[in-house]
């Protein structure tokens, strides 16, 4: 069961174009495509007449025909021809989902279009912020989704499946704090005089750091990460007193009930003009994240030999309770709807 | 659910030789091999004894011994021999079907043997008919059955899925008229003056032709295609009036509920000793009905995603709806027998 | 449904070493560790806190670090550490499995603990016998464990699936005996002046044979197949009489319902020392033992194409229907109590 009326991120902004692209969103098949003037479409991928895949058609001005049968279907999924009928019945349509293009990224408002309102896209600017410099990144995901909302609102497992690279060994005394707000949970997490990690190191920075890092969920699968970043300074440390923001965007959006597409961005208000910092951060990145995937995709597979094993929550998922919490007072409602 | 008391094509003819060769049919397990007088056996493929395969076996003379534990089954499934019991049970046997080769193809009656009369094979005598050149192929498609009945009886697809071959961009205007006969639906569809298509080009035929397509569906999955194309005489339509008959004979075996062996006959009675056309069209062909793989394998995808969606049927669609509705009424029938 | 209060085979005692070793048992995820001291460990491979398979973790000292948010386990499944936590609540453990080494193989207890009683091991020690030569291998079976028991209690199969190595094409009419006891069943079966088979050959013996085996299987999976083969002596038969024992030592552990990980050994008192003779052995066998798995996993596939099929048993199944019903009873008796 999954929340529908909610924005979800379909794919990139590079990814759609006039070469129709297929997703699974929720379950449900969706076409993404732009029309002449650039405006994404986002349509129910399953012609009307037979069930073809519609990004098997072809793009013609801003509406597509399907490649079986020649049906065209315009940016409203209205079936505009049929092409050995002339009488075409208003009934003659695809599911038109609402879309936008936002923050680099297309969304899907996958419940009611009526109630599609753009304002409530989730605030990811950081990944196109001219005064930041970010890069995006895709991961198909054989884990569901809210496994990652887990992973990311408990950042203690950075200095064991990260250690080497993001985390740090000793960054497992932090200062946690959970705040539980009308639609999100916020994780407060600060973390003093630790050990700076291996990405760090490679960054120039040397000595301890302190970290605060605030995580912020909003249903259904959003997650944004600020991490402040301040090198202790000082001959003791060794360090020099540099500081680093980032924010790490995050949205995971359902493929089924068990897996999910990942789309991350990576946004610094350092070094931003520096190439190799940029090319050396995406690299440990894709490795980082990577390390996630492993994780969460063997999960999965754990889970699955027997979804009713029971979970134990420790003190640091206060967070991750507190969205499943959410989820499932969400979905409750929907259902009640 | 299937219909038992039919004919289906189980193989080729050259499939079917002194080896063993398996099938799945209607979900069921059989063996095919010949007797020594090139009689074709069909027989449950599953050893009465402990449930191996026998295709893993070998033959003696007209009977196949078990690779497992040598039990011998003769042409009619009755075990003659079990190595190390001098007692055989009558109830030793393997189900025996009752099968034919007809027309190029062995074909399998996968009901009740007693009721299978082979003056009840279909006629696709057009694969060996001495008048005709004709040549044969096999898909192995992952979607129903029955979604190749409906590629076939609703030709509309061609100017769309098959548009850089067999299809003519301007057939969308044909007359159509549907017989809903006993025991069969014939679509006739009729193209006047349209644009010849790559294919005929390529044959050379330049000019605007007239194609009748008369097609004709059998349950349970057998469809026929005479197609004659009539090019157009005259310096306006710069045709010499050339004349093909074609006739393109289809039987879809159902393996699964959603996946199918599509046997294919492709008959003309135009340049028959042209071997370079022959080349031509088996080539073409392979492209084609490729086409109709990758769009088909597509659908049941789609389809399984939400096999409740619902299916908007057009006027073309008319042979197709008929022949759901004589299917629908047969398995009722076999249902309340 | 699995037999929980028995021994199982949950791999050589070489692939148990300080990196952990993950297995699903009965459908279980276990993994498998050595402590410092080399005793082997066997604990749930879900970590109690978010499910992650402990085996992606780290061994330090005796334990296991979970790779995922770095909770450590002890020998016995009690939750150490908790990384941001200082109180670790009793309930924070994962499963801890009877385990032992025995015989070569590193056993497992799949029910409670309390009962596992390691003198309750099955006797397989002719693997490490200092009287005996012996080598073992593994093969992951794509079917059930009982199919594999079936095979092993029936050697009729001999002649036919092995014809062209251990099986001798005259093998057909032993004298059979089968004695149910308390707790196992075992087949005798004496073939007297058969031809000898291509292995034997093989091995230098060319004339007839007279060959005892003794095959005994004790629940839940364990097979003893004890072969003496003499040859016959005199100009007659060619042979000059030399006597071979063998032993043949079998468990299939299951993984699921339809699927096993086959350990197996094969110890012999001739030809000891001799290199040439071990090599040729571990040849043939690696090649017998594959015919066994392709078989088995082609009749897998039969069955789960109709699971309710039946099966027909010979007079040579006597031993394999005791088998099954003995495992029957003790099923029943597990799911009374």
Same mark, same amino acid.
């Given at each position: 069961?999954?929340?529908?009326?909610?924005?979800?991120?379909?794919?990139?902004?590079?990814?759609?174009?006039?070469?129709?692209?297929?997703?699974?969103?929720?379950?449900?098949?969706?076409?993404?495509?732009?029309?002449?003037?650039?405006?994404?479409?986002?349509?129910?991928?399953?012609?009307?007449?037979?069930?073809?895949?519609?990004?098997?058609?072809?793009?013609?001005?801003?509406?597509?025909?399907?490649?079986?049968?020649?049906?065209?279907?315009?940016?409203?999924?209205?079936?505009?021809?049929?092409?050995?009928?002339?009488?075409?019945?208003?009934?003659?349509?695809?599911?038109?989902?609402?879309?936008?293009?936002?923050?680099?990224?297309?969304?899907?408002?996958?419940? +009611? #279009? *009526?109630?599609?309102?753009? #304002?409530?896209?989730?605030?990811?600017?950081?990944?196109?912020?001219?005064?930041?410099?970010?890069?995006?990144?895709?991961?198909?995901?054989?884990?569901?989704?809210?496994?990652?909302?887990?992973?990311?609102?408990?950042? #203690?497992?950075?200095?064991?499946?990260?250690?080497?690279?993001?985390?740090?060994?000793?960054?497992?005394?932090? +200062?946690?704090?959970?705040?539980?707000?009308? $639609?999100?949970?916020?994780?407060?997490?600060?973390?003093? $005089?630790?050990?700076?990690?291996?990405?760090?190191?490679?960054?120039?920075?040397?000595?301890?750091?302190?970290?605060?890092?605030?995580?912020?969920?909003?249903?259904?699968?959003?997650?944004?990460?600020?991490?402040?970043?301040?090198?202790?300074?000082?001959?003791?440390?060794?360090?020099?007193?540099?500081?680093?923001?980032?924010?790490?965007?995050?949205?995971?959006?359902?493929?089924?009930?068990?897996?999910?597409?990942?789309?991350?961005?990576? *946004?610094?208000?350092?070094?931003?003009?520096?190439?190799?910092?940029?090319?050396?951060?995406?690299?440990?990145?894709?490795?980082?994240?990577?390390?996630?995937?492993?994780?969460?995709?063997?999960?999965?597979?754990?889970?699955?030999?027997?979804?009713?094993?029971?979970?134990?929550?420790?003190?640091?998922?206060?967070?991750?309770?507190?969205?499943?919490?959410?989820? *499932?007072?969400?979905?409750?409602?929907?259902?009640?709807?």
């Amino acid at each position: 069961m999954f929340l529908q009326n909610y924005w979800y991120v379909a794919a990139e902004s590079f990814e759609v174009n006039r070469q129709p692209t297929p997703r699974i969103i929720l379950g449900e098949p969706v076409v993404l495509y732009r029309t002449q003037d650039g405006t994404t479409v986002a349509l129910e991928d399953r012609c009307c007449h037979q069930r073809a895949p519609l990004h098997r058609g072809k793009l013609e001005g801003d509406a597509i025909r399907c490649g079986y049968h020649g049906l065209v279907f315009d940016q409203h999924g209205v079936c505009t021809e049929i092409p050995e009928q002339e009488r075409i019945p208003s009934s003659a349509r695809v599911r038109a989902y609402a879309s936008a293009e936002k923050h680099g990224w297309v969304w899907v408002w996958m419940g +009611d #279009s *009526a109630l599609a309102d753009e #304002s409530l896209i989730p605030d990811f600017h950081l990944n196109i912020d001219a005064e930041w410099t970010s890069f995006q990144g895709i991961i198909e995901m054989d884990g569901a989704s809210m496994l990652m909302v887990d992973n990311l609102l408990d950042l #203690s497992h950075l200095p064991f499946l990260h250690a080497a690279n993001i985390g740090s060994a000793t960054d497992t005394d932090p +200062d946690l704090s959970v705040e539980k707000g009308e $639609g999100f949970v916020r994780v407060t997490r600060i973390a003093r $005089g630790i050990k700076s990690s291996k990405w760090q190191n490679d960054l120039g920075i040397q000595g301890n750091v302190t970290q605060e890092k605030v995580i912020t969920f909003r249903p259904p699968c959003h997650i944004w990460i600020a991490i402040d970043t301040t090198e202790e300074a000082g001959p003791e440390s060794g360090g020099n007193g540099q500081m680093m923001r980032q924010m790490i965007l995050n949205s995971m959006t359902p493929v089924s009930e068990t897996s999910c597409r990942y789309h991350w961005g990576f *946004a610094r208000d350092f070094s931003r003009g520096n190439a190799g910092v940029t090319k050396y951060m995406k690299d440990a990145t894709d490795i980082a994240f990577n390390e996630d995937k492993e994780m969460i995709d063997a999960q999965q597979k754990i889970i699955d030999l027997d979804p009713a094993a029971p979970i134990f929550n420790l003190d640091g998922d206060e967070g991750g309770v507190a969205a499943r919490r959410l989820m *499932a007072r969400l979905l409750a409602e929907q259902a009640g709807a």
